[in-house]
T-cell receptor, first 113, second 114 residues
Framework: AQSVAQPEDQVNVAEGNPLTVKCTYS??????LFWYVQYPNRGLQFLLK??????LVKGSYGFEAEFNKSQTSFHLKKPSALVSDSALYFC???????????FGAGTTVTVRA | DTGVSQDPRHKITKRGQNVTFRCDPI?????LYWYRQTLGQGPEFLTY????????KSRLLSDRFSAERPKGSFSTLEIQRTEQGDSAMYLC????????????FGQGTRLTVV
């Protein structure tokens, strides 16, 4: 079984401040981890993934995420948030031997000017 | 546009009617997935195909739901005898058949059952 928890429904930050969106996961084997962003009335847009290798992965639009195996976490970060980063963010996981994704419930990010 | 395409974008139907959605994946992608997303929740897996073969179906996919992918190209998702609980966003995604690749999602079909 595989699952994802996003403990914060909402994250509010001021523009220019660092942004962190938390994610913890559970899988029986080795995890493949993903972050997606969703804008209103739109599909999911891929941001970044961790498959193997360096624990810090960099993705689109200045986002990065850190894989922490001991804490089973994969937090999304951005050093300096923009108003345009305001959206709904989903963390997802799949087990090494699987192709289907399990998503968290999502975190709404609001960046105020 | 070479992304995943879904049609229609919105569908309003009366309870008890049948509806069919279409998904056109990225052309070189041999895996295709259907997910359902309700308000305030993350997408939930429904089913997936490798080429034309339907390899896995979720328990969420009741007997009223059927999906096809003839010739391994586009896919259709049909819901028979719709119920109000079927109201959701239906998302299609596709990926290469390689383990370390990500799935790309379409913009979804929003179904409202009245």
């Amino acid at each position: 079984a595989q699952s994802v928890a996003q403990p914060e429904d909402q994250v509010n930050v001021a523009e220019g401040n660092p942004l962190t969106v938390k994610c913890t996961y559970s899988v029986s084997g080795n995890p493949y981890l993903f972050w997606y962003v969703q804008y209103p009335n739109r599909g999911l847009q891929f941001l970044l993934k961790y498959i193997t290798g360096d624990n810090l992965v960099k993705g689109s639009y200045g986002f990065e995420a850190e894989f922490n195996k001991s804490q089973t976490s994969f937090h999304l970060k951005k050093p300096s948030a923009l108003v345009s980063d305001s959206a709904l963010y989903f963390c997802a996981v799949r087990d090494y031997g699987d192709y289907k994704l399990s998503f968290g419930a999502g975190t709404t990010v609001t960046v105020r000017a | 546009d070479t992304g995943v395409s879904q049609d229609p974008r919105h569908k309003i139907t009366k309870r008890g009617q049948n509806v069919t959605f279409r998904c056109d994946p990225i052309s070189e992608h041999n895996r295709l997935y259907w997910y359902r997303q309700t308000l305030g929740q993350g997408p939930e897996f429904l089913t997936y195909f490798q080429n034309e073969a339907q390899l896995e179906k979720s328990r969420l996919l009741s007997d009223r739901f059927s999906a096809e992918r003839p010739k391994g190209s586009f896919s259709t998702l049909e819901i028979q005898r719709t119920e109000q609980g079927d109201s959701a966003m239906y998302l299609c995604a596709s990926s290469l058949g390689v383990r370390n690749t990500e799935a790309f999602f379409g913009q979804g079909t929003r179904l409202t059952v009245v």
